[in-house]
């Protein structure tokens, strides 16, 4: 029972996200946005406090040892539970009873997140854009006659993005137009075949009971 | 005379048209014919459409509806929606299901004038349970889900099946024996999706058969969790490997850990590990966004083995770049049954591969007799002077 509850779960769910697209009938509709916007919100709930749970024992368990950079851990636990203090009792916008500005300076809920977490957030996405610059380094040197044409391919489409390539030659915006367009949009499509054909064959695996790593255990 | 008299009275009718033209007054404006109003097919009810014929002269259209209650009484005719003059149907998406209506049609000329079609109805909209626009998608789905299921049961009966070589699941056993040698951890990364994600669910299959391997060679692993569901699976998952393995004692209940929900301070959390514990092997393997470069290069400037593979196509040229291996696609979801080698599911890979062929082979059909059609309306008839 142990095994097979849970793939009688899936069946029945999985069923039913398989046929979302071809049952418009209020009935099956309203059955698979419960499974989605319900069942699962009250299962990631419970997982949140799992996860949570994990994090700040595994952090306590770290300054115990005084394992592998063990004061960063202070850092996480203090910004967590201060955090959770700020959002819990002072409300979003500090509209609750803990009190969440002094003077000018203020760290209410919303302030933290637009004035810590989205800059600390940019930060990391702004380097991508050094990171795609040494990618591109590595990949695009010409050691096969595949990466020289890689590179001939991606030389041609970003001067086909800059008013430079128009400069040059007025038919480099439209080759390389015809390049996004024509071998990437057919290798693309190709790729995406596959994807759904792939999606449905793990469908069949995991329905048949074939495949069953997912349950922990294996077989 | 005579002759002038008559010509006089035949001219008089066009001469006055043409004096009327002259003064700006508008033609005559017929109502919208052929109106039909009936339930929107293959939707989930709530919706009836309106069609009409368009009148010259129209500029728009405004569709009218009055509700009929159930003793047959009609109420009064209200606007619901317009439509420009090129426009032949209408949606109406504001009904209950199962209610009565009527309704017409007003067509409206430059001039403002009106001419209203003769009510139609009453109509009710109905839900369906099939979508018949969707039926050869449906078909497809069940033949491709056939052929899977027909080289199931040809493995089931015990024959061997030949399966092409990926170069990246070739490489599993060499990346974890390398870690194994260098005395070094190996990190699996299941993506940054959730647990609803395909990909995920595929990573999480994967996630066992390398944990297995893992476990057999002594090698720690390490797997940072994004989303708290993805956590507990995949601590249930690497948790069962390693009692699969036959070696439960060497599960270490922190090896699996949930990090960060914000996906770029996940990876940054996972970067710092990279690179202050320098595994020798890192798999990232599932569903994975913006954050897939950022991960993939801090990797290979580690020095690390990395085998990738992600559904989502714009991250592949990506991993193509910054890692050894890349697992394009549906080479992810074939992974796990290419590398537990049970001949059941090496069956689904087969009929998997077997099912992309027979899209490959009516894509190229597809293609040359749309080849042949252009050539026949284009250039055939170019070339013959039309």
């Excluded at chain 2, 009218?64 to 159930?70: H, I, K, L, S, Y």
């Excluded at chain 2, 024959?159 to 190996?186: C, K």
Aim: hydrophobic share 50%; charged share 15%.
């Amino acid at each position: 029972m142990k095994d097979k509850l849970p793939l009688i779960l899936m069946i029945v769910a999985g069923f039913f996200g398989l046929t979302d697209r071809f049952l418009p009938h209020p009935v099956a509709e309203g059955f698979n946005q419960y499974l989605r916007d319900t069942l699962l919100r009250i299962i990631s709930a419970f997982a949140l406090i799992l996860g949570l749970g994990n994090l700040i024992l595994r952090h306590v368990n770290k300054i115990q040892h005084k394992g592998d950079g063990w004061r960063h851990s202070y850092t996480l636990l203090i910004s967590f539970f201060a955090a959770s203090v700020i959002g819990l009792f002072g409300g979003v916008s500090g509209e609750l009873w803990f009190p969440t500005r002094i003077g000018n300076f203020q760290f209410d809920i919303t302030t933290i997140y637009f004035q810590m977490l989205i800059p600390l957030g940019a930060t990391m996405f702004s380097m991508l854009a050094f990171y795609m610059a040494s990618a591109a380094y590595r990949s695009f040197r010409a050691r096969s006659w595949l990466a020289v044409l890689l590179l001939g391919a991606a030389f041609v489409v970003m001067l086909g993005q800059v008013p430079l390539g128009h400069q040059i030659w007025s038919g480099i915006p439209e080759v390389s137009q015809w390049i996004m367009e024509v071998p990437n949009t057919a290798a693309k499509r190709g790729i995406e075949l596959g994807i759904t054909l792939g999606i449905l064959a793990t469908f069949l695996k995991i329905l048949t009971g074939i495949e069953r790593s997912w349950m922990g255990g294996g077989k | 005379m005579k002759w002038a008299l008559i010509l006089g009275l035949l001219l008089l009718p066009s001469g006055g048209l043409a004096a009327a033209q002259d003064a700006g007054e508008a033609p005559f404006l017929a109502p919208p014919g052929e109106v039909e109003a009936g339930d929107t097919p293959n939707d989930g009810g709530g919706s009836i459409t309106v069609e009409w014929a368009t009148v010259p002269g129209a500029v728009e259209y405004r569709i009218e509806r009055a509700a009929v209650e159930p003793d047959g009484a009609r109420g009064d005719f209200a606007e619901i929606g317009t439509a420009s003059e090129l426009m032949e149907s209408y949606a109406d998406t504001e009904v209950a299901a199962g209610s009565a209506y009527v309704y017409r049609v007003v067509a409206i000329d430059a001039g403002g004038n009106e001419a209203a079609s003769n009510p139609v109805g009453p109509a009710r909209s109905r839900p369906q349970w099939f979508n018949g626009d969707l039926t050869g998608v449906a078909l497809a789905v069940m033949a491709f889900l056939i052929v899977v299921g027909w080289y199931i049961r040809r493995a089931r009966r015990g024959e061997t099946l030949f399966i092409r070589r990926i170069a990246g699941l070739e490489a599993v056993e060499e990346a974890v024996g390398r870690a194994t040698e260098m005395g070094r951890a190996v990190l699996y990364i299941p993506g940054t999706g959730r647990m609803e994600d395909i990909a995920t669910v595929a990573s999480m299959n994967i996630l066992g058969e390398i944990a297995k391997k893992t476990a057999e060679y002594g090698t720690p692993i390490r797997v940072p969790n994004r989303d708290p569901v993805v956590y507990t699976v995949s601590r249930e998952v690497v948790k069962g490997a390693y009692t699969g393995a036959g070696r439960p004692d060497a599960y270490d209940p922190e090896s699996v850990f949930f990090l960060v929900e914000n996906a770029l301070a996940y990876a940054a959390a996972v970067d710092g590990i990279m690179v202050r514990e320098k595994p020798a092997t890192n798999f990232l393997l599932g569903a994975f966004h913006a954050e897939s470069l950022i991960l993939a290069e801090v990797g290979a400037s580690t020095g690390a083995i990395q085998i990738s593979g992600t559904d989502q196509v714009p991250q592949l040229p990506f991993f193509v770049v910054a890692c050894d291996y890349t697992l394009m696609g549906e080479e992810l979801y074939a992974a796990s049954a290419y590398l537990a080698r049970e001949p059941l599911m090496l069956g689904a890979l087969k009929g998997q591969d077997m099912g992309k062929l027979l899209f490959m082979i009516l894509l190229a059909l597809g293609s040359i007799f749309s080849l042949i059609t252009g050539l026949d309306a284009g250039w055939l008839l170019s070339t013959a002077g039309y």
